[in-house]
């Protein structure tokens, strides 16, 4: 079955960076893309943006363009996620999720388990 | 402030109805975009729940259906059973903004 495994939970301080992986298997990695949401305490998801694991193709949401990187491997079907320059408000649950074909309009039909990352001083 | 709007809290007794609505605006459902929901229980991932408006994955009951006119879209539960609440949000593509659109979730009650 499709799975969807995240790192574990990250600390960091304001204006480190952190690299968040998400590993799959159950299916063919180079066949579906991957974008990339977070949730910040109590609130709802936000977008950051998608990834074409064929192509490497990736598009941003404005708001973390210059902020963010997001890479695949495909020897160990395992996607990524950078962000840089992390401030207080960057803490939040960060979760990957398969999109469901090659376009940032399609449902993400299978999500990771999430990985909180707390910036903090 | 979500770009899709939906009513922050929704309650229903066992076996009664209930229907989750999601507003946006010309440059997401309205533009013709398809909408998908997604039903978050306590401490876990979401999970699909309908996709392409009114499209239930498998596993999904038929109790579950999706419908959309205009620029917004309708989340519909029968038989509501206690295994039902959770948070549920709508999601969407934008246009002006070229990347997906949620709404600000709506927590489910099961009185």
Redesign the interface.
Known sequence: QVQLVQSGAEVKKPGASVKVSCKASGYTFTGYSF?W?RQAPG?????M??INVHNGDT?F??KFQGRVTMTTDTSTSTAYMELRSLRSDDTAVY?C?RL?CSS??C????????TLVTVSS | Q?VLTQPPSVSGAPGQRVTISCTGSSSNIGAA??V?W?QQLPG?????LM??NTNR?SGVPDRFSGSKSGTSASLAITGLQAEDEADY?C?S?DSS?????????TKLTVL
Do not use: C, R
């Open positions: 974008t949401v609130q709802g998801f936000e977008w943006g998608w598009n949401a404005q979760y999720a469901l940032a309009t449902p993400l039909d299978y999500w990771g388990q999430g | 979500s975009y398809d998908q997604y876990t991932a979401p999970k699909l996709y392409g994955p949000y999601q593509h903004l070229s990347g997906s659109v949620f709404g600000g979730g």
